[in-house]
């Protein structure tokens, strides 16, 4: 991946000339997903999360970077692996806004090929920061996508504090789920903080109409659109 730093003026560049290059192992597929979103270890700087779905078979991982970024390889940095092969973890990745309430910043992580509930179904973690690496079976919250073929978790966003409780909340994109329109029409769900494992099935959920809809395919969260 590459990171540009601003301020840059108009005119085209090429990304050697403007750019701080983070590179990792071949075939890992970093960059699946990125966030930069927060500050994950409260030092007042924003931090990076790098998604890498083919990690070891296809198992996924989480890169986090702290900030002042460098150029040069992941390798040695935080990582935080997926429990299986094939859970594609790091599809989704988010930063969010926190959601235990001990002033720093809080990680969510999509695994849309998990399948502990159904093939397919997707789960999404919670790690709070600080994070130092580890294998995702140690999540702080591990929440599992209701049924075959949902894919919870390729989308995330925060979505700052909903209910007014000085916890972070965030959405979960679950853009496959069939609610009995003919499938496919989608799922986004709203987690409010402090996050508890379990089903995302028993949290608010806003679902497509119609058949092939994919609603939750795509998130955004935290703004203000109505005063």
């Known amino acids: 991946i590459w990171i540009i730093t601003g301020p840059i003026s108009s005119g085209e560049y090429e990304l050697n000339d403007v750019g701080t290059k983070i590179v990792s192992t071949?075939?890992?597929?970093?960059?699946?997903?990125?966030?930069?979103?927060?500050?994950?270890?409260?030092?007042?700087?924003?931090?990076?999360?790098?998604?890498?779905?083919?990690?070891?078979g296809a198992r996924g991982a989480t890169y986090i970077v702290y900030s002042?970024?460098?150029?040069?390889?992941?390798e040695g940095s935080v990582i935080l692996t997926g429990e299986e092969p094939g859970d594609l973890a790091g599809s989704g990745v988010d930063i969010t806004s926190d959601q235990n309430n001990d002033g720093i910043d809080d990680l969510v992580i999509g695994a849309y090929g998990e399948d502990s509930?159904?093939?397919?179904?997707?789960?999404?973690?919670?790690?709070?920061?600080?994070?130092?690496?580890?294998?995702?079976?140690?999540?702080?919250?591990?929440?599992?996508?209701?049924?075959?073929?949902?894919?919870?978790?390729l989308a995330l966003a925060q979505a700052g504090d909903l209910n007014g409780d000085s916890y972070g909340d965030f959405l979960v994109g679950a853009f496959e789920a069939d609610s009995g329109s003919g499938g496919?029409?989608?799922?986004?769900?709203?987690?409010?903080?402090?996050?508890?494992?379990?089903?995302?099935?028993?949290?608010?959920?806003?679902?497509?109409?119609?058949?092939?809809?994919?609603?939750?395919?795509?998130?955004?969260?935290?703004?203000d659109v109505n005063g």
Do not use: Q
């Open 117 to 153: 509930t159904a093939e397919g179904a997707g789960a999404v973690y919670v790690v709070y920061g600080p994070a130092s690496s580890m294998s995702l079976t140690s999540a702080d919250a591990k929440l599992t996508g209701e049924a075959f073929a949902d894919l919870a978790g």
């Open 26 to 56: 071949p075939g890992n597929k970093i960059g699946s997903s990125i966030s930069c979103s927060g500050d994950l270890d409260g030092d007042g700087d924003d931090d990076l999360a790098i998604g890498a779905i083919e990690y070891d």
């Open 68 to 74: 002042p970024a460098s150029a040069g390889s992941l």
């Open 184 to 223: 496919g029409e989608g799922s986004a769900y709203v987690l409010l903080g402090p996050p508890v494992s379990g089903s995302l099935g028993d949290h608010t959920k806003v679902t497509g109409i119609n058949s092939g809809d994919n609603a939750g395919y795509a998130l955004a969260g935290g703004c």
